[in-house]
């Protein structure tokens, strides 16, 4: 081949290349561009989602300080001192409580960008945890509060049936004998076995038995009650009998016979101390046939006392 052949083959290289180099950055341009269109896009829906997220968990951190406390709770923070069998756990329960952080939900804006956002997020969903991990503790506190007080219940009332199976099988053996029905005095020593057997873990099962011993002994006090008032108004009868018998069988007094001669009878008075005493009784009438009566001669003996006293007047007549 001559020159100018080799001369256009050469020139005609240089045109393909030229083209293809043009060719290929242009297609370097566009897959520029369109990396550029998609890095854009992603960008703004990371955002999207960041702010999402964000205003997400300032809602739910909300919530969770508006949550009422679980009904455990409440009842265990109501429980006093006296009312368990170890103080600690109303310790533990208050330190517990504490331990509840306060709630700072975080403002998600908009002028934030997706750093920002996701540190916000984080930040209060860390908060969450922990508050939820405190809630946890107080519930756990709470029922350790409410499980010694009911230990305190139980024990209480154990104590309170003993102390009234002793009182009432001490009455019982005090009433022997003394009621007015003794009917109430074998319901009373029912009600003690009954309770003797009461085995439970519910403090309302030995109160119970409690009031059932109580409901006895009330009858049993109120018949004893009821026999000592028969005796005493038995006795009251028996101790006015004798002062009747004796009243019924009194004499009657008799009045002082007089002695009637077929006129008046003679009463002299007698002045004692200045002033007329009652007059004397008058002498009976003397028996027919002759003799002297039992009456004339109690009257002579009664009128056989001195009539005048030493320096008083007699009676005249």
């Known amino acids: 081949m001559d020159e100018d052949g080799r001369g256009a083959e050469a020139a005609e290289g240089r045109r393909w290349s030229r083209g293809r180099m043009m060719a290929l950055a242009g297609a370097i341009v566009v897959v520029a561009l369109l990396l550029a269109a998609g890095l854009g896009w992603w960008s703004r829906d990371q955002w999207r989602r960041a702010l999402a997220d964000c205003q997400q968990a300032a809602a739910g951190l909300s919530e969770q300080a508006k949550a009422r406390e679980p009904g455990l709770v409440v009842q265990a923070r109501a429980v006093q001192?006296?009312?368990?069998?170890?103080?600690?756990?109303?310790t533990a329960l208050q330190a517990?409580?504490?331990?509840?952080?306060?709630v700072k939900p975080e403002a998600c804006q908009v002028s934030q960008?997706?750093?920002g956002l996701r540190s916000a997020s984080e930040r209060m969903r860390d908060?969450?945890?922990r508050r939820q991990w405190a809630s946890v503790r107080v519930q756990r506190a709470a029922k350790a509060v409410l499980?010694?007080?009911d230990a305190k219940s139980l024990a209480d009332a154990k104590a309170a049936l003993k102390a009234k199976q002793d009182e009432g099988s001490a009455r019982l053996a005090q009433t022997d004998g003394q009621v007015a029905d003794d009917a109430t005095r074998e319901?009373?020593?029912q009600a003690l076995d009954a309770a003797g057997k009461v085995s439970s873990s519910k403090p309302s099962d030995y109160q119970q038995a409690q009031a059932a011993i109580q409901a006895a002994l009330d009858q049993v006090n109120a018949s004893a009650?009821?026999?000592a008032e028969?005796?005493?108004q038995a006795a009251q009868a028996a101790q006015a009998a004798p002062a009747q018998a004796v009243q019924q069988s009194a004499p009657v007094q008799r009045s002082a016979p007089s002695y009637s001669g077929g006129g008046s009878s003679y009463r002299p008075s007698v002045n004692r101390g200045g002033g007329w005493s009652a007059p004397a009784p008058a002498a009976p009438a003397a028996p027919q046939g002759g003799g002297v009566s039992a009456d004339v001669n109690n009257w002579m003996h009664h009128m056989g006392n001195p009539v005048c006293q030493k320096g008083q007047a007699c009676g005249i007549g």
């Open 81 to 90: 001192e006296g009312q368990v069998t170890n103080r600690e756990t109303l």
């Open 187 to 189: 319901r009373l020593l």
């Open 147 to 149: 499980a010694s007080r």
């Open 225 to 227: 009650q009821a026999k």
């Open 230 to 232: 028969a005796d005493a």
């Open 127 to 129: 908060q969450m945890n």
């Open 113 to 115: 960008g997706v750093a």
């Open 96 to 102: 517990a409580v504490k331990g509840l952080e306060p």
